[in-house]
């Protein structure tokens, strides 16, 4: 039986509340590339160094990834079978919890271990918010939607870069951040009280074993390709891209305390604009053709950022504006993409499995790249430039797309197709 449709009030509810959520989720991503210096120097005291800040930024990040992956599965099954909605306003009510308790660290330890649980929560909203805003939003709307929601998230970085430049992070003054990154707390419980769920949900019958499902014949060959091309971008962006802040911290703090929350934010700009337009050059090219262009211009573009220009040049920020730009084309594509291949019954679970599943292989290439930042004496530029021939894999794995990855198409229980 086909559920009632939402009405036009709660269909643009339901994309606030995404909107919102995302956005929320880029501030969490963006604290600790703005924080992880300051942070590290407070919590290690005497210990610390320029390279030990250096390394424990990437265990933190890799924390931060290794729970998103797990979070995105585990929120995004929930999300199949209790509703999109509850899992979406749980995932911010994770991430905004553990993200507060951050500014009562006492350790390095201690902040680990809450990143990873911030990352439970960031990776669980991914899913959730897009399953929920693209059903209540099909048709020609949908890419736009998608774009709107990835850019929030990259609006949020912005977002947090501007208020780091007005209030700059230092040893002295860090704490500030964490509480503030607290406050979507309240969204959170708004979302779990007061938003709908999708009629496509309502009315769809659930996957009893979504992950069966998933990696059973009808499906698999789909679900592994989703993956590998989400886990090209994100490795590419967490374990090459994000020295660029730690970098101009090193080069230019001295001088200009505001300088790293600078770079982040034409970063972020850069961005917010690349991961709406993303969306469009999922629908306007051929998907092959059009991610195999945005991992060569990545791939040079992040090389150039590292090896052509530094902090304090002219041409620093411009290029650092243009890889953000390219970098984030890949989310626009992945949040049109990724929801499309899979059907409604295991669409956020698919969607997450994919998305937060490259998650694993990005912290573990966080923590090599950390390994390569030792073994180079502290080197942001070798490094950067090193991990950024990542983003040429994916001129590679994009080739392995099956023919048909098409949402018209449904798959019944047991992985059966249909036309």
Known sequence: MTAPALSSRARAAVLVAAIL??????????????????????LLGTAWTPVAGGDWFARWTAALMLGAAIGGILLGTLGDRTGRARAMGTSVLIYSVFAGLGAFARSPGEMLVLRFLVGVGVGGLWPNALSLANECWSGASRPLVSGAMSAALNAGILLLSTASRIHPVSVDSWRWLFHLAAAPAVLGIAILLLLPESSEWRGATAARQPLAELLGRGLRRRTFSAFAVAAVPMVGAWAASKWMIPWSEAVAGGIDPGYK????????????LGSFAGSIVAVRLDRRLGYFAMSAATAALTVAMFLLTAPLRASFHPIVFAQGFV?????????????????????????????????????????????????LGGDYPKVGATCALVYALGMVVVWFLPDATDDRRSVRPGGEQSP
């Open 327 to 375: 970098a984030t084309l890949f989310f626009g594509w992945l949040a049109v993409f990724l929801p499309a291949v899979f059907p409604t019954a295991v669409r956020a679970t698919g969607s997450g499995l994919a998305y937060n599943g490259g998650r694993f292989a990005t912290a573990a290439g966080v923590l090599a790249a950390g390994w390569l930042f030792t073994q």
């Open 21 to 42: 959520a995302m956005l929320f989720d880029g501030v969490e991503l963006g604290m600790m590339p703005i924080a992880s210096i300051a942070v590290s120097r407070a």
């Open 261 to 272: 929350a600078a770079t982040q934010g034409w970063w972020a700009a850069g961005a917010t």
